[in-house]
């Protein structure tokens, strides 16, 4: 059974703070990566993808990719208190060409 | 360009009852998935297709869920009959197999069984 492991939270963070959401995968052969936010109610939006070890910037967005740790990250720069969601950690299963998703990390952004 | 579509967006139906929920795929889309959330086990990944024939459904919890995708701009996921553990919110997303393979999820259908 492949596993994507997120701390559950709540994270919270003052309003203008860096906010750094962490995921594990146990899939060594994972190649593809997203991160989507979920506003309380709504569905999942995607808001960051990654393929390659490194970082990748959008923005106040960057996702972090370490494959030999299996480990992807996301930070979150100057948080607003609209960055206040769910954040679902996903991981494309190349053969089965689906997403297993993790169960997510609720961030708070304080005023 | 649209985005995924659902109806209905809200179902409240009785145990016994049999539930349709629709998707219409963004255009041009040729992967489409049906996942149910739930706050005890997440998102789930009930069943997928690419264009239009069922690839997985191991994620189908039992032989009361069903889903069919008759052609590349519809599918259904029907439930018969509908038990109260079926409450949930089921999405409907959709890919495009040339890409990255980035999921684009529609509004969802909450479901409440009485």
């Known amino acids: 059974q492949k596993e994507v492991e997120q701390n559950s939270g709540p994270l919270s963070v003052p309003e203008g703070a860096i906010a750094s959401l962490n995921c594990t995968y146990s899939d060594r052969v994972s190649q593809s990566f997203f991160w989507y936010r979920q506003y309380s109610g709504k569905s999942p939006e995607l808001i960051m993808s990654i393929y390659s070890n490194g970082d990748k910037e959008d923005g106040r967005f960057t996702a972090q990719l370490n494959k030999a740790s299996q480990y992807v990250s996301l930070l979150i720069r100057d948080s607003q208190p609209s960055d206040s969601a769910t954040y679902l950690c996903a991981v494309l299963d190349t053969g089965r060409r689906a997403l297993t998703f993790g169960s997510g990390t609720r961030l708070q952004v304080q005023p | 360009d649209a985005g995924v579509i659902q109806s209905p967006r809200h179902e409240v139906t009785e145990m016994g009852q049999e539930v349709t929920l629709r998707c219409k795929p963004i255009?041009?889309?040729?992967?489409l998935f049906w996942y149910r959330q739930t706050m005890m086990r997440g998102l789930e990944l009930l069943i997928y297709?690419?264009?239009?024939?069922?690839?997985?459904d191991s994620g189908m919890p039992e032989d009361r869920f069903s889903a069919k995708m008759p052609n590349a701009s519809f599918s259904t996921l029907k439930i018969q009959p509908s038990e109260p553990r079926d409450s949930a919110v089921y999405f409907c997303?959709?890919?495009?197999?040339?890409?990255?393979?980035?999921?684009?999820f529609g509004p969802g259908t909450r479901l409440t069984v009485l």
């Open positions: 255009s041009g889309h040729d992967y």
């Open positions: 297709f690419n264009n239009n024939v069922p690839i997985d």
């Open positions: 997303a959709s890919t495009l197999a040339g890409g990255p393979h980035e999921q684009f």
